[in-house]
Structures are given as structure tokens and as C-alpha cells.
């Protein structure tokens, strides 16, 4: 045994959305034993796995519109006015979990649309959070993660920016005052959600702390690969993993302290669950 010290972080686990989302799943779960649910209700496999014994039934959006006379969850990500108009078509009962600062991200982007300004999205093509805020306008919105992969020459001289609510606060202002350096007139929509964006201080503060950093996450949360980075930036002695099998006990030395920390998708059970693996070891 080698004497660990071993803590977690008590500020990472699921935001509220997801645990809204969670809950209103487990409601109807224990109630019915069946809810179908439009895409992974969170990225985290471990915690989908559990969702399905209980039976969770999760579906694409080709697989929905065969879909007749069920019940669906939409979930925090949020989802375009598409969706519902196929749920009204198909007769589905829609249980909306999308999360309250998704929502009012959709309805920003949309009057920013009616008015005809050139929207750009700091954020990832292909999030499910991003489709539902490109789903609501009919005009073109450029999605983007890093002004490189943007042409200088056809930026317009005015453009209104948003953030999809999981990337970095800190990433987004510095694109703003970038495009601002180049004589472009932006129009500034902070939409990163504090709750979040906050957790790459409170991350690189616990990363400090401890010896060795083990952040826990799905290979599928962008959240997740973003704050793991914050770790090992501030702590070269982070590993990530998504089960407490991918512990190793080279890892450690004796009478090391070990931090436990997550993405917003991560359940709090995991994590405890990989603490009793490492003071195993």
C-alpha cells in the first residue's frame, strides 16, 4: 500500500442542466420503465450504461422520425424547431430537458438572425448544442473553434459572435479582441455559461494543490478534453481516464496526495468510484 491521500474536487460532476435532465429521466424511468431519448442524454458511457438498465432507449434523429405514439426526452443540449415540428407530425410526447441558458442562447441567435446580421459561433460543428442554435435561422452561420480556420479576406466588416455555452471564457474574448484588432465591428454576445466556463480557474487552483491529477471523463465531452488540458497545463502529472480500470499504480508514489476532478458530464459516483480504486493501490 502506499499511503495516498486521495480527495475530490466537490466542484466537478454534472451542471445543473444535465443534472435537470438526469432527474426528469429517473422520474419517469421509475414510473414507466421505458423513455426514449434523443441522442446521449450525457457524454459520459458509465453513466448511459446505468440509464439503460434502467431502461433508457437512446435514438438518432433518423431513427426518430420512424418514431410514432412514444415518449422522448430532449436534452440540455437543446434541439432545433425541426424537432419539434416532427414530434407534432409523429404524435410524440416531447419531455424537454433542454437547459434554461441553451434556450436563452437559441432565442438570442434567432432575433439576431431576423435582424440580418452574419452570425458567428465560437464552437464546435456537429455539438448537438450548436446544430440547435444553427436550426434556428434560415441564413448561413459560420462555426468556428479557432480563427485560423477562418478566411481573413471574407469576414464581413460587421459580424455579430456567440459562444456555444461550454467553451472557454477566456478562448472567447481573446477571439473578440483578435477580430477587433483587424478592424472588424463585432458585436459581442458573451453566451458561455459561468457555471462552466469557471471551472477552468477552479481547476487550475485544485491542480495545485495535489501530486498527481486524475480527470475522469467520456472520450465523447468536449467539455471534458478542454478541461483536462487546463489540468495538465497547470499539472504535468495528470492522466485522464473514463473508468477506475484505467487506473495505474505507476502513477503514484508513496504517501502522494491524488485529486479526483471531472467534466460536467462526469457522475459524481465515478469519480468516488476511481478514489477506492487508487487507495487500493
Known sequence: MKNLDVIIDHQSGFCFGVVYAIHLAEEILNETGSLYCLGDIVHNDAEIDRLRKKGLKIITH?????????????????????????AMENNLNLVDASCPVVLKLQNRVKQTADQN????????????????????????????????????????????????????????????????????????????????????????????????????????????????EVCKATNNRSYFLSSPDEVCESWFQPNEKIGICGATSTPMWLMEEVRERVLSC
Open 62 to 86: 433518423a431513427e426518430l422520425k420512424n418514431l410514432r405514439n412514444e415518449q422522448v426526452l430532449i436534452r440540455a443540449h437543446g434541439e432545433p424547431p425541426s424537432t419539434y415540428a416532427l
Open 117 to 228: 446580421k452574419k452570425i458567428f459561433i465560437y464552437g464546435k460543428r456537429g455539438h448537438a448544442e450548436v446544430e440547435g442554435l444553427i436550426g434556428q435561422v434560415e441564413s448561413d452561420v459560420v462555426v468556428f473553434q479557432d480563427l485560423n480556420e477562418l478566411d481573413p479576406e471574407n469576414i464581413p466588416d460587421e459580424i455579430s459572435l456567440y459562444s456555444q455555452t461550454t467553451k472557454s471564457t477566456e478562448k472567447f474574448y481573446q477571439i473578440y479582441q483578435e477580430l477587433v484588432a483587424k478592424g472588424i465591428d463585432v458585436e459581442l454576445n458573451d453566451t458561455t455559461c459561468r457555471q462552466v466556463s469557471n471551472r477552468d480557474l477552479q481547476l487550475r487552483e485544485f491542480a495545485k494543490t495535489v501530486n498527481v491529477v486524475l480527470f475522469v471523463s467520456g472520450q465523447k465531452s468536449s467539455n471534458g478534453k478542454v478541461l483536462f
